[in-house]
C-alpha cells in the first residue's frame, strides 16, 4: 500500500516550474547571486558573512545560540566581528596559512562557529569533528590529513593524542583560565585583545574549503574534500529546496561533525542572509518543541530518526507549545518513512520534504520540492542543473521502475574534488569517467520520482527477489508496538538469504513471540509474503550514527561474527 500523493503546496515557493528550470537553468546563473561574480575575489566566509554585514542587513540576527543557561542572539555584524577576530587569533599564534588543516573538536558553541569562519577567513581546510570522537578517532583524522592546529575544549583536550601527532603544532583550547603550555594556546586570552578587522585571504574558485571524515563499511574513514565552489549549489538549494526568504527562523538540527551541520547548519541559509537557530546539547522531544516556539522557527531541517523519536513521545508531548510558526519541514539522512510523512501531515498538517545527498556530494541532490506533489516514500526529483539515473553496473541506463545503482553526472557544483590522501578511492566512485556511483541502490517510477532502497550492499537477495530493507522497515514501523526496525539480508542455504529484522518496541510492550508472530503476519498481508521476516530479534536500541543512520552493517557483523568495520561514527 502506497501513501496517496499529497498534492503541490499552493504558495509561493521559491522554485516554481519545475519542469521549465530542468530544461534551462544553468549554474552559471546562480553565480550571479555572489560579490566574486563581479570582483573575481572568492572566499566563502566573506559570502557568508562579510557581504552581509556589509549590507541592509547589518543589524538582522544571524545566529541564535541556546544551550543550558546561555541564550546568546548574534548579528551578522557580531559575526563579521567575532569571525575577524577569530581569524586574527588562529594567525597570530600559529604557522597556520593558506591550505593547512584545522580541525574544530568542540561542542556546538556560538566559538565553534566564530573558528570555523574565521579558519576559511584564513584560507586554511577545516575539518569538523563531533565531539563525542574519542582519542582513536580524532588521532585518525588528524594524521590522515597531517593536520597543524586544532581547535578544542578543556574537556576535550586529553583526547588528542599530541605526542602521536608530531606535525600537529597548536592546540587552542576555548574556555576561562587555560594555562599555556607546551602547544596549547589560550583561545579566549587571544580573542579578547584581538583586532576585529581582517582581511580575508582571497582564493579561487576550486580551493579547498571543509575536510568532512565520512565512515565508509570497511577501512579508515575518509577525507572528503570540498572547495569554495559548493557555495553556489548550497545557497541555490537554500532557496529552491529549504525555500529561505528573508523572514524566516531556520534550524537545522544537525552537529557540524555531519556534512548536514555545515553545507545547512552553516552556509546554506548564511549565504542566503537567514537567521538560525543553534541548540546545543541532545535532544529532548521538550528541549525541541520548547525551541521551535520560543525562537519562532519557521523551516526546519532534521532527520527521521528525530522525527520518529518525536512521533514515539506522542501528541501529549506537544501540549502546551505553540508551533504554529512552522511553515516548511525537511528531512535528511535516513530514508523518510511513510509513516512519518503521514504523521507530519496529522501533527503538523505539512508535508516533510525528503532530500537526499551525501557528503561526497556536498549538497542537496535530490529533492521533494514545494512545488510538487510529493509521493510519500520518494526522495523526490533531482534539483535542476542536476542529472540523476539509475544504472546498471556497467553504466547503462535502466528503464523506470527496475532497481540499480542511483547515479549522477560528474561535474556539479558541491561535488567533492578529492579523498585526502587517496586518489584511488576517489577513482574509484566513478564509471566510465561519466557517473558518480552514489552506492546507494534506488528506482525511478515512471513519473521520475527516486525510491531509495538501502545500500547497495544492504539489499538483500531471498529466493530469487532483490529486496530493498527499507520498504520492510518502513513497513514495520506502521505496525503500533514498533518505534524502530533495521532489517538484513541473513545466509541460508535454501533462499539465498533470509530476511532478519531487529526491532525496538514502545515503551511498555512486552516483547513475546506471539508479537514476533503477529508482526510477521503484518508484514505479510500489507507488504508480501516474500518480505515477511523469517527472524525477529527485538533489542532496547539500534546501533546508529551520531547522524542517526541504522548501522545495518553492524546489525549483520553482530549477526554473523564478523569484524564491525570502523565505529567511530557510531552513537554511544
Ligand atoms: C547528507 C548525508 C549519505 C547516505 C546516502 C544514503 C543515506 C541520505 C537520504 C538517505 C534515504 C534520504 N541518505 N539522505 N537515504 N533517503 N533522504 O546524509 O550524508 O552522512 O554522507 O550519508 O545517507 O544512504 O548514501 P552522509
Known amino acids: 500500500m502506497v501513501l496517496k500523493t499529497i498534492p503541490a503546496l499552493q504558495s509561493d515557493y521559491q522554485m516554481q516550474d519545475y519542469e521549465k528550470l530542468v530544461a534551462e537553468f544553468d549554474w552559471k546563473e546562480a553565480e550571479k547571486a555572489f560579490s566574486w561574480y563581479e570582483t ?12 552581509h554585514a556589509e549590507s541592509f542587513r547589518k543589524n538582522k540576527v544571524a545566529l541564535y545560540y541556546k544551550d543550558g543557561n546561555r541564550n546568546e542572539t548574534y548579528t551578522f555584524g557580531d559575526l563579521k566581528k567575532y569571525s575577524n577576530k577569530a581569524a586574527n587569533v588562529l594567525k597570530n599564534c600559529s604557522t597556520l596559512e593558506k591550505g593547512d588543516r584545522i580541525f574544530v573538536f568542540m561542542p556546538r558553541s556560538p566559538e565553534l562557529y566564530f573558528a570555523l569562519l574565521g579558519a576559511l577567513k584564513i584560507g586554511a581546510i577545516v575539518g569538523p569533528l563531533f565531539e563525542a570522537f574519542m582519542e582513536g578517532a580524532v588521532y585518525d583524522r588528524l594524521d590522515d590529513s597531517d593536520a597543524k592546529a586544532i581547535v578544542t575544549t578543556p574537556e576535550l583536550v586529553d583526547r588528542i593524542p599530541v605526542d602521536r601527532l608530531p606535525n600537529l603544532e597548536t592546540v587552542f583550547v576555548v574556555g576561562d583560565g587555560v594555562t599555556e603550555e607546551g602547544k596549547v594556546i589560550s583561545f579566549n586570552k587571544h580573542f579578547e585583545k584581538a583586532s576585529k578587522e581582517f582581511e580575508v585571504e582571497w582564493l579561487e574558485r576550486e580551493s579547498p574549503t571543509l575536510l568532512h571524515y565520512t565512515s565508509g563499511s570497511t577501512g579508515k574513514p575518509k577525507g572528503v574534500l570540498h572547495v569554495q565552489e559548493a557555495m553556489v549549489q548550497q545557497l541555490q538549494t537554500a532557496k529552491w529546496v529549504l525555500d529561505l526568504r528573508e523572514e524566516d527562523v531556520f534550524w537545522c538540527t544537525a552537529d557540524p561533525g555531519w556534512v548536514t551541520g555545515t553545507a545547512y547548519g552553516i552556509f546554506g541559509p548564511l549565504l542566503a542572509g537567514t537567521t538560525n537557530l543553534v541548540v546545543g546539547g541532545r535532544f529532548s522531544t521538550e528541549a525541541w518543541y520548547g525551541a521551535v516556539e520560543e525562537f519562532g522557527v519557521s523551516v526546519w531541517y532534521s532527520a527521521p530518526t ?10 501529549a508531548a506537544m501540549e502546551g507549545h505553540d508551533l504554529s510558526s512552522l511553515r516548511h519541514i525537511l528531512s535528511v539522512g535516513e530514508p523518510l518513512n511513510p509513516e512519518v ?21 556536498g549538497a542537496q541532490m535530490i529533492c521533494n520540492f514545494g512545488s510538487m506533489p510529493l509521493k510519500p516514500g520518494s526522495m523526490g526529483k533531482p534539483v535542476p542543473g542536476i542529472e540523476a539515473a539509475i544504472v546498471d ?7 523506470p521502475n527496475r532497481m540499480g545503482n542511483l547515479a549522477l553526472k560528474k561535474g556539479w557544483p558541491a561535488m567533492m574534488r578529492a579523498i585526502w590522501n587517496n ?69 541460508d542455504p535454501v533462499r539465498g538469504e533470509i530476511i532478519k529484522a531487529f526491532i525496538a518496541l514502545q515503551e511498555g510492550v512486552e516483547p513475546t513471540d506471539e508479537l514476533k508472530e503477529e508482526i510477521r503476519q503484518f508484514v505479510k498481508k500489507e507488504l508480501a509474503g516474500h518480505a515477511a521476516p523469517r527472524e525477529i530479534e527485538f533489542k532496547d536500541k539500534l546501533p546508529k550514527t551520531r547522524s542517526g543512520k541504522i548501522m545495518r552493517r553492524v546489525l549483520k557483523a553482530w549477526e554473523l561474527d564478523l569484524p564491525t568495520g570502523d565505529l567511530s561514527t557510531m552513537e554511544d
Open 306 to 315: 528525530a522525527f520518529r523519536m518525536l512521533m514515539g513521545a506522542g501528541a
Open 40 to 51: 573575481g575575489k572568492v572566499n566563502i566566509a566573506h559570502e557568508a558573512v562579510d557581504r
Open 423 to 491: 586518489p584511488e578511492k576517489y577513482d574509484s566512485y566513478f564509471l566510465n569517467d561519466e557517473w558518480y556511483v552514489s552506492g546507494d541502490s534506488a528506482y525511478m517510477d515512471e513519473d521520475g520520482y527516486f525510491f531509495f532502497q538501502g545500500r547497495v550492499d544492504d539489499v538483500i537477495m531471498t529466493s530469487g527477489e532483490r529486496v530493498g530493507p527499507f520498504e520492510i522497515e518502513s513497513k514495520l514501523l506502521e505496525h503500533p508496538a514498533i518505534v524502530e526496525a533495521g532489517v538484513i539480508g541473513k545466509p
Open 393 to 399: 553496473d556497467k553504466g547503462n541506463i535502466l528503464p
Open 341 to 361: 510523512v503521514r504523521w507530519g501531515m496529522e501533527t503538523f498538517n505539512m508535508r516533510i520534504h525528503d532530500t537526499w545527498w551525501m557528503t561526497e556530494t
